[in-house]
C-alpha cells in the first residue's frame, strides 16, 4: 500500500508500506465493489500506469507516486483534504491481480484512552473511519496477465446514483459504458424474472400483478439499489413474515443481480420504464363509480361474477379516509 495526503498544498511522494490495519481496509475496499458501469478509454494513462506496475516495468512505490501525483494534481480546491490510498492486492486466480485506488475523507473523532487517574478523551483530527460516507471517491482495476479490463468499478459519493465527477473520470480516463435508463430496464428484468422464480410464494401465484406492485413501489424511490428492489420484491409478495420465504426471495434476488451486473450500484428511477399502474374505473348500471389501482390484490379488491352479467364486488379496507358526498358535475368529470 501507499499513502498520500492530497488538498494540502505541494504532493510530497511518499513510500510504499506494509499493510497496516489489513482487515479494516480490505473492508473498505470490499464496500468500493459494484457491478462496473464505466469502461478505461483506449489511451488512460491511469490503466497503461496500473500495468506497468503489474507487469513489473515500475516497481510498486514508483508506480504508485505516479499514480497519486496524478490524482493530486486533478484534485481541485473545492475537494476536502484527505488521503489517496493505492493498494496492491493478490488473489486466488492465477496471474491476476487487484488494484484498488481510495480518496478517503479525513474525519474529526474523539477517542477514549485509559489514562494512570482517569478515562481520558483525545481528539483525533486525521482520522479513517469506517463507513461509505467517508470514502470520497473510489476505484478497482482488475488486472490480468498484466493486461487491465476495460471494464472497472468507479464510485463517488460526491455525485448522486452511479456518476462519478469531471476530474475523477478525467483522472482516471474514463466513459460510462451503461447508461440510467439501461439500469432501470435491467431493473425490471430483475424483479420480472425473481417473481416467476418464486411464483409459487406470491399471493394468488399472480407474477404479473405481483410485478406491477413491485415496480410501483419502486417509481416513487428517490435511488434505486439493492435494497430498495428487495423492499419492492417482497411488498409486491405481501410482506410474507416466514423466514423460509423470505430467504427464497433473497436467494434468487441475489442471483439475479449478480446475473445482471447490478450489484452495488444505486441510481435514479426512470418513471418512464418503472412504470406506476392505472387507475381501473368500473362503472355500474346502477350509477356506482369504483375507482381502483389496477393493482390491487385480491385480498383488497375481489370480483366474483354472477349469472348473466352481474358481479359481487367487495372492497376490503382498513379504514376508509374519505367518506363525503359530491356533487353531481364532480361525478360527471369522472367519467
Do not use: W
Not at 32 to 47: I, P, R
Not at 88 to 113: F, G, W
Not at 169 to 190: G, I, K, P, Q
Amino acid at each position: 500500500m501507499v499513502l498520500h495526503t492530497v488538498g494540502d498544498g505541494n504532493f510530497v511522494p511518499q513510500p510504499a508500506r506494509q499493510v497496516e490495519q489489513a482487515d479494516f481496509f480490505a473492508e473498505r475496499i470490499r464496500e468500493t465493489d459494484t457491478a462496473a458501469v464505466f469502461g478505461f478509454e483506449k489511451k488512460s494513462l491511469t490503466k497503461a500506469q496500473i500495468e506497468r506496475i503489474a507487469k513489473g516495468e515500475d516497481d510498486f512505490e514508483t508506480g504508485a507516486q505516479n499514480l497519486a501525483r496524478e490524482f493530486a494534481r486533478f484534485h481541485d480546491g473545492t475537494s476536502r483534504k484527505g488521503a489517496f490510498f493505492i493498494f496492491e492486492l493478490a488473489t486466488d486466480v492465477p496471474k491476476t491481480n487487484i488494484y484498488s485506488l481510495i480518496k478517503y475523507d479525513y474525519e474529526e473523532v474523539v477517542e477514549q484512552t485509559d489514562g494512570n487517574q482517569e478515562t481520558l478523551l483525545r481528539l483525533i483530527v486525521q482520522a479513517f473511519v469506517a463507513g461509505k460516507r467517508s470514502i470520497q471517491k473510489a476505484a478497482l482495476v482488475r488486472v490480468v496477465d498484466g493486461k487491465a479490463e476495460m471494464a472497472l468499478c468507479a464510485t463517488d459519493r460526491m455525485k448522486p446514483g452511479a456518476d462519478i465527477g469531471d476530474y475523477f473520470a478525467s483522472y482516471l480516463h474514463v466513459m460510462r459504458t451503461r447508461t440510467d435508463d439501461e439500469l432501470n430496464r435491467e431493473v425490471v428484468n430483475v424483479l420480472r424474472n425473481t417473481l416467476a422464480e418464486r411464483k409459487e410464494d406470491l399471493p394468488q401465484r399472480d407474477a404479473a400483478r405481483a410485478l406491477k406492485h413491485a415496480q410501483a413501489h419502486l417509481h416513487d424511490r428517490t435511488m434505486v439499489d439493492e435494497g430498495s428492489i428487495r423492499d419492492a420484491i417482497l411488498a409486491a409478495a405481501g410482506n410474507p413474515e416466514d423466514e423460509k420465504t423470505i430467504s427464497r426471495f433473497d436467494q434468487s434476488l441475489r442471483r439475479k443481480l449478480k446475473s445482471s451486473k447490478l450489484e452495488g450500484l444505486s441510481f435514479a428511477p426512470n418513471r418512464k420504464i418503472l412504470k406506476k399502474p392505472g387507475l381501473r374505473q368500473l362503472r355500474t348500471t346502477e350509477g356506482v363509480l369504483i375507482v381502483y389501482p389496477d393493482d390491487a390484490s385480491a385480498a383488497t379488491v375481489s370480483r366474483e361474477k354472477l349469472d348473466g352479467s352481474g358481479e359481487v364486488i367487495t372492497i376490503h379496507t382498513k379504514k376508509v379516509t374519505d367518506d363525503r358526498i359530491v356533487p353531481e358535475n364532480a361525478r360527471l368529470s369522472a367519467r
